[in-house]
């Protein structure tokens, strides 16, 4: 088509010339592109660079980690992306935690629905031999005969191994230590994502994601042997899945502020109302739970004995003849099965696990906003605006009702009361 044009172009002043023929031949050359070279405006070579890094961003799974860093000069700019090895070695190791991090949430998803089942199962399985040993126990009283003895203390003694084993492991908070794993693991996962996509990953960065991968690791093991948590502490404490991060601000403590004009989004009004915040959150939503906590741990303690003793002196009274021993055992099978049922149907288990994670919960918030404040380097911190919007998301409230709550909290060290609500509207 190009030829074609050119050809009419030229016909006007072809057949305008004398002495020359009206048939002419016209030839058209196609030359080969040459190297790609702009000459742009700063604003335009932003703009070809910003388009490149995201075609190259939705070609991945995930995002480019660091934009594309492109030679401008005035004349002759050729387009060149540039990434240092150093960087490259990092986000390689980033991909590899993460890669670690997807694998951990497919793993405890997979053994939490595991061991939510055997609550279930086990559960029933229990229930169904026990009030079938009552029931034989029962038809024993009315008509005395040894088979039905025997099989009555069969019975009421596997319930009592399979109850000793229910109470020991507790499926149904196993199950939530997997379903709170999982959920951590999850968050975990879009943090490294995050980083990956908005800014440009180091070596400390790489360090912390190992040092919180292995802390989830320690306080959510997946083995039962040898590593399963402790289901009747002595001591009801709250849990702790992160590494500790106070250690890590250690050396700035005594230092002298730095004196700087710019203060990262922190100010003294904002920083008092943290300092509130936090008395909140220690004595009145930490407090709660660690007492909600104690309490349900007793409960279950009692009701994780009292359902194998009782099915344990139904099997020594099926043991024996005699109307009255075998009435014991029926009544004792009974009793048994409403133990096993309120206790495991009820998971108490898993409510007290709920308690100890919603304690740390708040114990790593009080945690995370001491160590912000003793920072004393306010480039160090993360920005002060960035920081109180988490906190009011976190504690499920707005900017200006986490300040009301901070100005409520500091009325009441003056007037000497407490504060009349809790930190948190999620929990």
């Given amino acids: 088509m190009a030829a074609l044009q050119a050809c009419s172009l030229l016909v006007p002043s072809c057949s305008s010339s004398s002495g020359r023929s009206l048939k002419r031949t016209i030839t058209a050359s196609i030359q080969a592109p040459k190297p790609l070279k702009l000459s742009l405006d700063n604003r335009q070579g932003a703009a070809i660079t910003k388009k490149l890094v995201e075609e190259l961003s939705t070609r991945n799974g995930y995002a480019f980690t660091e934009p594309l860093q492109m030679d401008v000069i005035q004349n002759d700019r050729v387009l060149e992306p540039r990434l240092s090895p150093t960087s490259v070695k990092t986000i390689k190791k980033l991909y590899a935690i993460l890669e670690a991090v997807e694998d951990r949430v497919e793993m405890h998803n997979n053994v939490g629905e595991q061991r939510d089942n055997w609550n279930e199962l086990l559960l029933n399985s229990v229930n169904m031999m026990t009030l079938t040993a009552t029931t034989t ?70 360090k912390e994601m190992m040092e919180k991968v292995l802390a989830l690791d320690r306080a959510y093991p997946l083995p039962l042997l040898g590593a399963m948590l402790e289901k009747f502490p002595e001591k009801f404490e709250p849990a702790a899945w992160w590494p500790r991060v106070s250690d890590k601000h250690s050396q700035s403590r005594g230092r002298k502020t730095v004196v700087k004009t710019e203060r990262n989004g922190w100010n003294e009004d904002l920083e008092v109302e943290m300092k509130a915040i936090v008395k909140v959150l220690k004595s009145k939503d930490k407090q709660d739970y660690l007492r909600l906590g104690n309490l349900a741990l007793k409960l279950n303690k009692m009701l994780a004995v009292s359902a194998p003793l009782l099915t344990g002196i139904a099997a020594a009274g099926s043991a024996f003849s005699g109307s009255t021993a ?68 976190k504690l499920g409230r707005s900017l200006s009702e986490l300040r009301d709550l901070a100005r409520k909290s500091m009325a009441s060290c003056t007037e000497g009361t407490e504060v009349d609500e809790f930190g948190s509207k999620l929990f």
Avoid: W
């Fill in 137 to 206: 126990a029962a038809m024993a009283v009315a008509t005395p005969t040894p088979s039905l003895r025997a099989c009555s203390a069969l019975l009421f003694t596997a319930a009592t191994g399979m109850s000793l084993v229910m109470s020991k492991i507790q499926p149904s908070q196993l199950a939530e230590e997997q379903r709170k794993a999982s959920r951590l693991f999850k968050k975990l996962r879009s943090e490294i994502k995050s980083m990956l996509m908005l800014q440009s990953p180091t070596e400390s960065d790489v």
């Fill in 326 to 393: 075998m009435t014991v055992a029926a009544i004792a099978g009974t009793m048994a099965a409403i133990t096993n049922s309120f206790e495991h149907g009820g998971q108490v288990g898993m409510v007290v696990e709920m308690y100890r994670n919603n304690a740390g919960f708040f114990d790593l918030m009080e945690e995370t906003i001491e160590a912000r404040l003793e920072e004393r380097d306010y480039s160090k911190r993360e920005n002060g605006e960035m920081f109180e919007m988490k906190v009011a998301m």
